[in-house]
Nanobody
Framework: QVHLVESGGGLVQAGGSLRLSCAAS????????MGWFRQAPGKEREFVAA????????NYADSVKGRFTISRDNAKNTVYLQMNSLEPEDTAVYYC??????????????????WGQGTQVTVSS
C-alpha cells in the first residue's frame, strides 16, 4: 500500500507559478510510473502529466505542454509538478497517482492504482 500526500497548492494570479509536491510513503515508489491529474468543478478528472520510474521519460497533456514540468526525486520519494504561466482554466483540484502495474506513461485514471487526497489550485484572472 502506497500513501501519497500532495502539497503546494494555493491561490495565484494568472501568469504566475506554483510547484506541487507529492510525497510517497514507500520506497517502492522508485519503481512506479507517477502521474498528475486534475479535476475542475463539474468536470471529469483529466490527465496532466506522467513520468516513468527513472525520470527519463515524460508525457504531457496538450493543454499544459510547454508550461508544466513533471520531475521526481527518488531519493526523497517525491514527484513534482512545476506549473508556470498559469491560466484561470488551470483551476482545479490536482491529484498525484502511482501506477504499480507498469501500464507505461498512462493517460487514463484506471491505469493508476494509488491516489493522493488532492490539493486545490486556484488561478485568478
Amino acid at each position: 500500500q502506497v500513501h501519497l500526500v500532495e502539497s503546494g497548492g494555493g491561490l495565484v494570479q494568472a501568469g504566475g507559478s506554483l510547484r506541487l509536491s507529492c510525497a510517497a510513503s514507500e520506497r517502492t515508489f522508485n519503481s512506479y510510473t507517477m502521474g498528475w491529474f486534475r479535476q475542475a468543478p463539474g468536470k471529469e478528472r483529466e490527465f496532466v502529466a506522467a513520468i516513468n520510474f527513472s525520470g527519463r521519460s515524460t508525457n504531457y497533456a496538450d493543454s499544459v505542454k510547454g508550461r508544466f514540468t513533471i520531475s521526481r526525486d527518488n531519493a526523497k520519494n517525491t514527484v513534482y509538478l512545476q506549473m508556470n504561466s498559469l491560466e484561470p482554466e488551470d483551476t482545479a483540484v490536482y491529484y498525484c497517482a502511482a501506477d504499480s502495474r507498469s501500464y507505461g506513461l498512462g493517460r487514463q485514471t484506471h491505469q493508476y492504482d494509488y491516489w493522493g487526497q488532492g490539493t486545490q489550485v486556484t488561478v485568478s484572472s
